[in-house]
């Protein structure tokens, strides 16, 4: 809007009403009685990616692109009689991302009881699915499962280091559930109503993830044909996530390092900096300290990401939690494929308690989850099972390495330059035999190896690509 | 500019918000000369990102001008070689007009008093 409208009466001078707005932690839009957006907040601006003055005058549907718009509108049943409402939603933003909010909306009415709009606001659940039984998994401290001494022991420390408003740097295996841990930190904070941003550093290229961390102005380099606010502007008031920091060039380090120091953002090609409130939560499976040693992870950014540490332990050393989290998620899983299983058969449990789980608690779930799938009586049996954890199992010590050559060959564990490597280390193995055992089930048919994991086809297809497995 | 085929999801007569919410689309051939030609509607049973990715791929679309899209069916639809336009607002014609014209392009938001004057 180009001419601001101004508040009076409040100070001594008066105030421009979006300046007021900006400084709201809420993302707002006040609309006109045809739901076209008036003014839309710097919240909301960088929630849905676009500025206010590109959507003047459109409908709200189009800008805010939630999932209640085509057929529960919440402006459709709002009204002077009944106050605000307030309804549970998703919407998508321009950075294609989907997240959960909860849209407040209420009239807007002059001093004669006139309606002259509605005012929106919207505020972030949570960067999730909505699943409908996304509620089951919220089981014991936010969807964390376990009894063991070590995760009860991080169950206790938690909520301290989520009422802190410090860097935390999470490590640990992969599987091992940084995710979740880094997500309970920002639900148990008071920063929970503000986003939580996620980026994975080790997913782009050195020349994106500068422009997906710090934004850009329009033009700032080819192809930039909008400005994007960027993820630690979209994380204003929140959490930005980092995973796989280990993954992150040197030269972004140093940025990461300024921002920790003086809180500003500088978006490329803009001559504007942002200040934002952002809390960081970095994560790795990487020894940082090994690569400080060899240069690779600078020792200052190390000491201002290490402020609180906390170190998820490996599943196999959590003893009883194994037996807990089997029993979880098949709960789970009938709950979400719809089936009544009483169990495992003694054979398999066996199975399943002996395993040592390289993958971690990702493993065990995919590995209850193909079993659920496969399962077509009331108990899981061995049968149910991925084939590569019934087979008999031997140490490497006893093998000959030719004996070992031989078994990796069998079973896909050679990497790129012909070495074997033990089977404890390659999840990427794991995951690729449940899809091809899937694929063999359905005959090479996509749709169906994707029903059979449970799993979406383009998830599927996902997976296949990652894995470099050929599916035509 | 080689023969096109485009395909939008339409609520009413604007690109549809959302791509996997979508109850229709229309479909057209952007000849090399810029004509629109062969317009056409389908209508789906069931709004669905996954039903709707396989009308684009079954219809062999080359692009998608949409208004929001998932990431996972952007970067599905890209690997299959559908160029998406994404973020899009606007009626769907004047989109059609502005691609023939080489006009668009992600996050554009056209309103009814810029329409292109034919």
């Known amino acids: ?472 | 500019m080689p023969k096109k085929k485009v395909l939008i999801p339409l609520s009413g007569d604007d690109v549809a918000p959302r791509f996997d919410l979508a109850p229709e689309v229309v479909l057209a051939t952007i000849e090399d000369d810029g004509t629109i030609m062969d317009e056409r509607a389908i209508v789906l049973a069931n709004a669905s990102a996954e039903v709707l990715c396989r009308v684009v791929l079954d219809e062999k679309t080359d692009v998608v001008v949409c208004g929001g899209i998932d990431d996972e069916y952007f970067q599905y639809l890209t690997w299959k070689k559908v160029e998406v336009i994404d973020s899009v607002i606007g009626p769907y014609m004047e989109v059609l007009l502005r691609l023939a014209a080489k006009a668009l392009a992600p996050g554009d938001v056209i309103r009814p008093e810029n329409t292109t004057r034919v």
């Open chain 1, 1 to 472: 809007m180009s001419t601001l409208p101004l508040v009076r009466g409040l100070y001594n001078k008066p105030i421009g009403l979006l300046n007021l707005l900006n400084e709201i932690p809420l993302g707002l839009a006040i609309l006109d009685t045809e739901k076209r957006i008036v003014a839309i907040n710097r919240t909301l601006e960088t929630l849905t990616g676009f500025a206010s003055e590109q959507v003047e005058g459109i409908r709200c549907c189009f800008v805010l692109r939630s999932n209640l718009c085509a057929h529960e509108c919440p402006l459709e049943r709002v009204d002077q009689l009944s106050g605000a409402l307030s309804v549970q939603g998703n919407i998508v933003n321009k950075s294609r991302q989907r997240l959960q909010v909860r849209i407040t909306t209420s009239v807007i009415e002059n001093g004669d009881g006139q309606v002259l709009g509605f005012l929106e606001a919207v505020e972030i659940m949570s960067a999730v699915s909505d699943r409908p039984d996304a509620g089951v998994e919220s089981l014991a401290l936010k969807g964390l499962v376990g009894s063991s001494s070590q995760i009860q022991r991080i169950f206790q420390i938690l909520p301290v280091i989520a009422l802190t408003d410090s860097s935390v740097l999470i490590t640990g295996q992969t599987g091992t559930g940084k995710d979740l841990v880094a997500e309970t930190i920002h639900r148990l904070s008071d920063r929970a109503k503000g986003p939580f941003i996620k980026v994975n550093c080790g997913a782009l290229p050195e020349s994106l993830l500068e422009s997906e961390l710090f934004g850009y102005e329009k033009g700032a380099f080819t192809g930039a044909v909008t400005s994007k606010p960027g993820r630690f502007r979209m994380a204003h008031n929140g959490v930005l996530y980092l995973t796989e920091i280990g993954d992150l060039p040197l030269s972004l380090q140093v940025k990461l390092l300024s921002f920790l120091d003086d809180k500003t953002v500088h978006p490329l090609g803009s001559s504007r900096t942002y200040t934002v409130d952002v809390r960081v939560i970095a994560a790795t499976h990487r020894n940082l300290e090994e690569m400080v040693k060899k240069e690779k992870f600078r020792q200052d950014l190390l000491f201002r990401l290490n402020v609180i540490r906390l170190h998820l332990p490996p599943l196999a050393e959590r003893g009883t939690d194994v037996r807990i989290l089997l029993d979880h998620f098949l709960k789970l899983f009938c709950v979400r494929f719809g089936k009544m299983l009483k169990g495992f058969s003694q054979d398999a449990h066996k199975i399943l308690l002996d395993y040592s789980y390289p993958g971690n608690v990702r493993e065990l779930r995919n590995i209850v989850e193909y079993a659920v799938n496969f399962c077509d009586g009331q108990l899981i049996h061995t049968r149910h099972l991925p084939q590569y954890i019934t087979a008999p199992t031997e140490t490497f010590e006893n093998l000959t390495s030719e004996d070992i050559a031989n078994k990796a060959q069998r079973r896909d564990l050679l990497d790129e330059t012909g070495d074997v490597m033990p089977p404890s280390l390659d999840w990427a193995a794991v995951e690729k035999r449940l899809i091809l055992e899937a694929m063999t089930k359905a005959r090479g048919r996509r749709g169906k190896a994707a029903a059979l994991l449970g799993w979406g086809r383009s998830t599927l297809w996902r997976k296949m690509k990652k894995l470099g497995i050929q599916g035509k």
